[in-house]
């Protein structure tokens, strides 16, 4: 049997019940009270000597602040307006009472940290209760490729660590390799390292920041402690030995990431994460290997809803969303996903891993291509793809669902799409929608499928072909002349549309649309949208 631990839970989130009591307990509050410690000061334009660190004398390199342990309540004020080189890798650490804060102080600008092609230029290593605000963040020096970071935070053999906060921060301009490590590179990179003391990161928000033009990855994920038998061996277990020991209370939002090499974001060795608010534009850009806009591995419990994906670069995945091996209980919901040529959305394990219980749900999809859903080879099971608006107005996907399953004997999927719309303007036997070695175990049932020449694979279980299914105009605003289908707004359905009432009900269905209407009890609508058909 699969690894479901947080069944209750997840079942919670799926009846839409605490989507928002996971984003209020991710982290203690940004503003909170805390005790006075010492404040010191780094103005790395001083030329006054090396300084005392007061704000008289303050300190000139970021060497000199690195060198201090700091404690409960210390802050570390760096000056706006200047430029530091190097890596500020303090030590230390706060307290829930009294947190460390690292932040600017003065006039101007940002302070600006250049790592001059370190493998850091901030590097928070075995510390905790510590927050960072409000720095300008680059590593371009040096020889590009090679492995660096903008901020990285490692626990290496430390156990638990607690409360962490990254916030108004602008990373950019992180001339990293093409290549995905324990420890880079990445715009923010979180990486639990060792083989001897199970460690974690519990209580860390990434919030507000901005991250650009980063080679390779945006945020990004990993962890040595991450073995259990739902990863399989698609992660090595010789290099990843470590049991199973999830981070929790993380929270990504209100994050924009343009111009990414590779990755936008990817979560590793999490339970209960929360990425919400975030905008994608720019991803899979210039990186020779696959990877997807927002996606998760080795995770339990991933709550993924109102952000916008846009921008993957080609085919090789670039997709928007993926819930790769070992992704246990990840709901996508309630996000807007265009113009990638990937597609929208992946389901991704092979060499013995599985995912479990993956549901998309309430999303709207604009011109994603060259596949709208794709799966891989291993077992996936129990994935439900309902009520999302799919409309490729102008660009055709070569299939609508790409299975790349092996013998369906060996391989067990299942999935079910149903009370979607798929609208596209085909109208000949050749125009995309295919479907690529579809498996006996996909299920398509009341969809709209409109503008899609060939249909769908009849159901191998003797049900037909989409059952309480229609292939009549769903009549989304967005598909009429004129319309902004670039706005999310025109995704509801006017008058006579064949989505009003076709949908079948669904258990555990939440609680509203993507357009905040609540969901039918009995004849829901098929799509993304439930309120009243527009005039």
């Known amino acids: 049997m699969p690894h479901r631990p947080s069944g209750a839970r997840f079942r919670a989130v799926l009846a839409g019940a605490v989507g928002v009591a996971l984003a209020a307990t991710a982290s203690p509050a940004l503003a909170s009270a805390a005790p006075d410690g010492h404040r010191y000061y780094l103005d790395c334009s001083a030329d006054s000597g090396p300084g005392d660190g007061s704000h008289a004398h303050p300190w000139n390199s970021l060497a000199q602040a690195g060198a201090h342990r700091y404690g409960p309540g210390d802050q570390l004020r760096i000056a706006r307006g200047t430029t530091c080189t190097g890596t500020l890798a303090p030590s230390g650490a706060g307290s829930a009472a009294a947190p460390i804060r690292i932040g600017a102080y003065g006039t101007g600008t940002r302070p600006h940290l250049e790592g001059g092609g370190a493998h850091d230029t901030v590097l928070l290593r075995n510390m905790e209760y510590v927050e960072v605000r409000d720095l300008e963040i680059t590593n371009s020096g040096g020889t590009p490729g090679t492995e660096r970071n903008g901020v990285r935070l490692e626990l290496a053999d430390y ?6 906060v990254l916030s108004g921060l602008d990373v950019h301009a992180v001339r990293g390799g093409d290549f995905k490590t324990l420890t880079g590179s990445s715009g923010i990179q979180i990486d639990v390292a060792g083989t001897t003391t199970a460690s974690a990161f519990d209580g860390l928000r990434i919030t507000g920041n901005h991250i650009r033009d980063v080679d390779r990855e945006g945020i990004y994920f990993k962890s040595t402690f991450s073995r259990r038998d739902l990863v399989g061996n698609q992660q090595d277990p010789t290099a990843y ?3 199973w020991t999830p981070s929790t209370r993380v929270r990504i939002d209100h994050n924009t990431l343009t111009s990414i090499a590779g990755d936008a974001m990817k979560l590793d ?3 209960g994460a929360v990425v919400e608010h975030n905008r994608v534009d720019g991803f899979q850009l210039r990186s020779k290997v696959a990877n997807a806009g927002i996606w998760t591995f080795n995770t339990d419990d991933t709550l993924i809803q109102y952000n916008e994906v846009s921008g993957g670069g080609n085919s090789l995945d670039g997709m928007s969303f993926d819930a790769d091996g070992a992704s246990n209980h990840t709901v996508f919901q309630y996000n807007y996903s265009h113009d990638n040529k990937g597609g929208f959305l992946l389901n991704c394990p092979y060499s013995g891993a599985k995912t479990v219980d993956v549901v998309a749900r309430y999303n709207i999809s604009h011109n994603d291509g060259a596949r709208l ?14 009520n999302n608006t799919f409309l490729n107005k102008e660009s055709v996907p070569a299939y609508l669902v790409q299975d790349d399953a092996g013998s369906p004997a060996t391989t067990r999927h299942e999935l079910t799409v149903r009370n979607n719309i798929f609208a596209g303007p085909g109208d000949t036997a050749t125009d995309g929608y295919r479907f690529k070695n579809p498996t006996p ?6 969809n709209v499928l409109y ?3 060939g249909g769908v694979p009849a159901n ?13 105009d769903p009549k989304l605003i967005a598909a009429l002349a004129g319309a902004d289908a670039g706005d999310p707004d025109s995704y509801r359905i006017a008058q006579a549309s064949s989505a009003l009432g076709l949908g079948a009900p669904v258990p555990d269905a939440g609680r509203h649309d993507y357009f905040g209407f609540p969901i039918p009890e009995r004849r829901p609508a098929a799509g993304a949208y439930q309120g009243p058909p527009v005039r």
Request: one cysteine or more.
């Open 241 to 243: 030995p470590g049991p």
């Open 441 to 446: 175990d996909l299920r398509f049932d009341h």
């Open 460 to 472: 191998t279980d003797g049900s037909g072909t989409n059952p309480g299914g229609s292939t009549a």
């Open 373 to 386: 859903l794709q799966n891989c080879w291993g077992p996936i099971l129990n994935t439900q793809i309902y």
């Open 269 to 271: 060795t999490t339970s």
């Open 159 to 164: 156990g638990i660590g607690h409360h962490y």
């Open 451 to 453: 503008g899609i020449p």
